[in-house]
């Protein structure tokens, strides 16, 4: 569980430092893949935020269902 709590603060961590990095684009091109490298770290932290319920559930913590 521990990897995996690891794993989701390093996808927010990226995901927080591109959106830190979005207003500093200097041109359009930049800012697409600016932000298409955000929404890939979204997905990654959602990804993350599910396999850490998914164990909570596993181990019988009710409070974990997923949304």
């Known amino acids: 569980m521990d990897q995996e709590i690891r794993r989701f603060l390093a996808a927010h961590e990226t995901y927080a430092t591109l959106i830190d990095l979005r207003t500093n684009c200097k041109s359009?091109?930049?800012r697409e893949q600016v932000h298409i490298e955000i929404l890939r770290a979204y997905l990654a932290v959602?990804?993350?935020a599910q396999v850490i319920a998914g164990i909570?559930?596993?181990d019988g913590m009710l409070f974990a269902e997923l949304n």
Request: hydrophobic share 20%; no cysteine.
């Open 56 to 58: 909570q559930e596993e």
């Open 28 to 30: 359009a091109a930049e």
């Open 46 to 48: 959602q990804y993350q």
